[in-house]
């Protein structure tokens, strides 16, 4: 139980474009997902906390006009990369937390998307 | 907010050889500690973690310890074999703060055959 998924996994797109990323909760209900961006060889670095039905709460430095949160369902966060520049190619990851887990406030990770802006 | 450092940022073991790995924190409220595992291009994933209430976890070959005064916290792997060879984060978080992970640098480790 408790996966996590995104799509697309890997994405490639011209400088100017926005990008879409979805992440949903498969087999449970998640009110809270995050987002994280890894650049290579780098740690996972929070961008923002994602509430089902309110707006998005964005890290110091994270521009929310270019990164555009919508968590419109307890299944289902979307992340939109505006105006892709090469700057914002990186490894974006979301995470859920499952209400009723077991664990304490473990998050569950999806597998990843790559963003190549060119 | 919680920073989270974390120590050495590579380290290379013989196999069956132990590994370990440091984190400090320097919000004395958080409590919950996981250990994620990544391999290149995947996505982390929880291998062992610990709450502030408790001192130490051990599941298998994995260990944990948790020093809330010194605010450190440490990773043990013994008896490495090659498909240890990842990189390895420790984290922080506070549930009153909403359940955000801090993440340290990462260590990558390479257990040599």
């Known amino acids: 139980g408790a996966v996590v998924s995104q799509h697309p996994s890997w994405v490639i797109c011209k400088s100017g474009t926005s990008v879409k990323i979805e992440c949903r909760s498969l087999d449970f209900q998640a009110t809270t997902m995050f987002w994280y961006r890894q650049f290579p060889k780098q740690s996972l670095m929070l961008m923002a906390t994602?509430?089902?039905?309110?707006?998005?709460?964005?890290e110091q430095g994270v521009e929310k006009d270019k990164f555009l949160i919508n968590h419109a369902s307890l299944t289902l966060s979307t992340l939109t990369v505006t105006s892709a520049h090469p700057e914002d190619s990186s490894f974006y990851i979301c995470?859920?937390?499952?209400?009723?887990?077991?664990?304490?406030?473990?998050?569950?990770f999806g597998p990843g998307t790559r963003l190549t802006v060119l | 907010g919680e920073n989270v450092e974390q120590h050495p940022s590579t380290l290379s073991v013989q196999e069956g050889d132990s590994a370990v790995i440091k984190c400090t924190y320097s919000?004395?409220?958080?409590?919950?500690f996981p250990w994620y595992k990544q391999e290149l291009g995947k996505r982390p994933q929880l291998i062992i973690d610990?709450?502030?209430?408790?001192g130490e976890k051990k599941d298998q070959r994995i260990a944990v310890t948790l020093n809330k005064t010194a605010k450190h916290f440490s990773l043990h792997i013994t008896e490495t074999q090659p498909e240890d060879s990842a990189v390895y984060f420790c984290?922080?978080?506070?549930?009153?703060?909403?359940?955000?992970?801090?993440f340290g640098g990462g260590t990558r480790v390479l257990v040599k055959p």
């Open positions: 994602s509430n089902e039905g309110s707006k998005a709460t964005y």
């Open positions: 995470s859920a937390i499952a209400p009723a887990s077991a664990k304490y406030n473990e998050q569950f």
């Open positions: 610990i709450r502030s209430n408790v």
């Open positions: 919000d004395s409220a958080s409590n919950y």
């Open positions: 984290a922080a978080t506070i549930k009153a703060a909403g359940n955000k992970l801090t």
